[in-house]
């Protein structure tokens, strides 16, 4: 494999610009409804998972914001919070709901038939909002688990209509340099018809709502076999993608690290990225991970990724977009087709350890953090850490 040891300066430019968002709850034990296995030193509460989330920043360097989920990350002061992060080098990012937990939302959240359910969960997104402006947070992410189980239970119709109404409610509560990012998923928990399943859906209730409303794209969250590069650019023409959650799946909605089970498909959706010059944190695309870390050490595992997301865009840079465009022109279909893979099949590696000890960052964060010694004082320091927060 062709090795690269330095980037070109536009590239690292780029490099040097480009940000990553973690979770909260990437930090927090997680696992499936088979088992949750704990991890030693997990965080018992919101200020934990954000003195591990800096973690993450202070050894990559591109890490500087971490999503909160509410109520998961429930605190009595989010000021005091926020200037926590502060000091830990790191900033509040999106402030996603939460509306997946409780009884009252069984059958439906912002969908429910029932008026006084739709208006708790309005009024929880509402709360939502005063926690962004408690924490200097600019954008609300809405995902939700609203769907049903079997054909003929609820009015499909009837529900998109009623979301559409709720949908609007909560939008109307943003002021004008804040928005919200809706996130779609096509099933799962539920079965028979998801109330947001596909990016369309989406769309279609960002178009209604206006300009401050924006897709997210979960990479877990299609079909198998889906061309999520194809949904990237077309979301991208339409100025309406608003943010990433990047993880990896073999089968549904894994969650594994991004770039783990396809880092190829990773690299086309980055190339796409970057065609339309959506990287540049001018796009305002917030590149989010949404992954949780069951069987490895968390914060490795966050690393490991920001690590390969910053693999992945490099080779989606790397790309000889002239000499592309002129072999597409050509219609020469192989020519233009090696000229991707000859990027992707490039170690970027060793480009990428110069870049970072250019800018005092250890060359490999990844061996830098294990040699620490972090993990270790923090499983002596911490008891009883708690899961991603459904225990809370
Ligand atoms: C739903 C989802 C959504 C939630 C997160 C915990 O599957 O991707 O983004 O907020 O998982
Ligand atoms: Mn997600
Ligand atoms: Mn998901």
Redesign the pocket.
């Known amino acids: 494999m062709p090795q690269l040891t330095a980037l070109p300066d536009p590239i690292a430019r780029d490099l040097a610009d480009f940000s990553i968002e973690v979770p909260s ?1 990437g930090y927090g034990n997680s696992g499936t409804r088979f088992k949750v296995f704990t991890t030693p030193g997990t965080p018992r509460d919101p200020y934990e998972k954000i003195a591990d989330a800096a973690q993450t920043h202070a050894f990559t360097g591109s890490a500087p914001r971490v999503s909160l ?1 509410y109520p998961w990350d429930r605190v009595e002061d989010f000021g005091t919070l926020a200037d926590y992060a502060r000091e830990q080098g790191v900033e509040i990012g999106m402030i ?1 709901s939460n509306t997946f937990q409780d009884d009252t939302y069984k059958f439906g959240s912002l969908t429910h038939g029932d008026k006084a359910v739709r208006r708790q969960a309005i009024d929880h997104h509402l709360e939502c909002i005063d926690v962004m402006r408690a924490t200097g947070s600019k954008e609300l992410k809405i ?1 939700l688990a609203d769907g049903t189980n079997y054909a003929g239970q609820d009015s499909i119709r009837e529900r998109q209509d009623r979301l559409a109404e709720s949908l609007s409610e909560v939008y109307g509560g943003l002021a004008d340099d804040e928005r919200l990012v809706l ?1 779609y ?1 096509f099933f ?1 928990p539920a079965f028979y018809h998801t109330d947001v399943p596909d990016w369309g859906t989406s769309l279609l209730h960002c178009l209604a709502l206006g300009e401050k409303a924006m897709v997210v794209l ?1 990479t ?2 299609h079909a198998p076999g889906t061309n999520i590069e194809f949904i990237v650019a077309q979301l991208l023409r339409q100025q309406r993608l608003g943010a990433f ?1 990047f993880n990896s799946r073999n089968y549904a ?1 894994d969650d594994l690290i991004v770039g783990a089970a396809d880092p190829f498909q990773l690299v086309r959706i980055l190339f796409e990225i970057v065609q339309q010059d959506a990287h540049r944190p001018e796009s305002g695309v917030n590149f989010m991970l ?1 992954q949780c870390h069951n069987l490895e050490s968390k914060i490795q595992g966050q690393i490991r990724s920001v690590m390969n997301v910053q693999e992945a865009l490099a080779k989606a840079l790397l790309v000889d977009r002239e000499a592309l465009a002129d072999a597409q022109r050509r219609n020469d279909v192989l020519e233009a087709n090696g000229i991707l893979m000859d990027a992707f099949w490039t170690d970027v590696r060793p480009a990428l350890a110069t870049f970072r000890e250019e800018r005092g960052l250890p060359a490999d964060p990844f061996a830098a953090f294990r040699a620490s010694g972090y993990e270790e004082k923090v499983a002596a320091e911490r008891v009883g850490g708690d899961q991603m927060g459904w225990g809370a």
Request: glycine content about 8%; overall charge negative; proline content about 0%.
């Open positions: 709850w989920h996603n995902w996130e998923k799962e979960d877990g969250h959650d909605d949404d």
